[in-house]
């Protein structure tokens, strides 16, 4: 079946750290993947995707390259600050007409 | 509306009673979609409608759960006979035709007492 597996948290790092959240993927086909975040007393938002392998997704400062050899979806950051505290989700959309199949999601802390 | 809006955002309610939670979700948006946010557990598919196409019904839980969407807008989630590991946060979204754009609602948070 189509599953997201990414690592577990919390993770915490001090501001301007680098930052890397794990995400790989079984689907079957060509799926497009997502990130999302989901911050505090918030709803979650779309932070990036990419529908075709080795496209780059980007936004705020934050990337993530769709590796079909390796199946993965890692998430990164170049300098972290306060404000990027929140749940991190990887997701994936299945070819065809399915819903989003997420992971578990990440809990990232970045204290200053 | 500018967002898709979830009502109420808290609800409390003693086991074994009916729940019934709401979804308004963007105007001229055709797809529908019901999750369900577990601590611990990540986000579970519930239910999807497209258009007027029969909803996929393949991630309810038990046969307490069901939904509708009445006018291919508004969508109502109800849980039957509540119980405790129903406690939850249940999330909606909707998105245009391209299916690409989902948009979530900010939730409805269910304790079951």
């Known amino acids: 079946g189509n599953s997201v597996t990414q690592m577990e948290g919390p993770v915490t790092l001090s501001e301007e750290a680098f930052l890397t959240i794990n995400c790989t993927y079984t689907?079957?086909?060509?799926?497009?993947l997502f990130w999302y975040v989901q911050y505090p007393g918030e709803g979650l938002q779309l932070l990036l995707k990419?529908?075709?392998?080795?496209d780059k997704g980007s936004n705020k400062g934050f990337e993530a390259t769709y590796r079909k050899e390796t199946t993965s979806f890692h998430l990164e950051k170049g300098s972290v600050q306060v404000s990027d505290s929140a749940v991190y989700f990887c997701?994936?959309?299945?070819?065809?007409?399915?819903?989003?199949?997420f992971g578990k999601g990440t809990r990232l802390s970045v204290i200053a | 509306g500018a967002g898709v809006s979830q009502s109420p955002s808290n609800k409390v309610t003693e086991k074994g009673k009916d729940v019934e939670l709401r979804c308004d979700p963007i105007?001229?948006?055709?797809?529908l979609y019901w999750y369900r946010q577990s601590l611990g557990q990540g986000l579970e598919f519930l239910i999807y409608?497209?258009?007027?196409?029969?909803?996929?019904k393949s991630g309810l839980p038990s046969d307490r759960f069901s939904a509708e969407r009445t006018g291919g807008s508004v969508s109502t989630l109800t849980i039957q006979r509540t119980q405790q590991e129903d406690s939850a946060v249940y999330l909606c979204?909707?998105?245009?035709?391209?299916?690409?754009?989902?948009?979530f609602g900010s939730g409805t948070r269910l304790t079951v007492v």
């Open positions: 979204a909707s998105s245009p035709r391209d299916k690409y754009g989902y948009t």
């Open positions: 997701a994936l959309i299945p070819t065809g007409n399915t819903p989003l199949v």
């Open positions: 105007s001229g948006h055709t797809a």
């Open positions: 689907a079957t086909g060509y799926p497009s």
């Open positions: 990419a529908t075709k392998a080795d």
């Open positions: 409608f497209q258009g007027n196409s029969a909803p996929d």
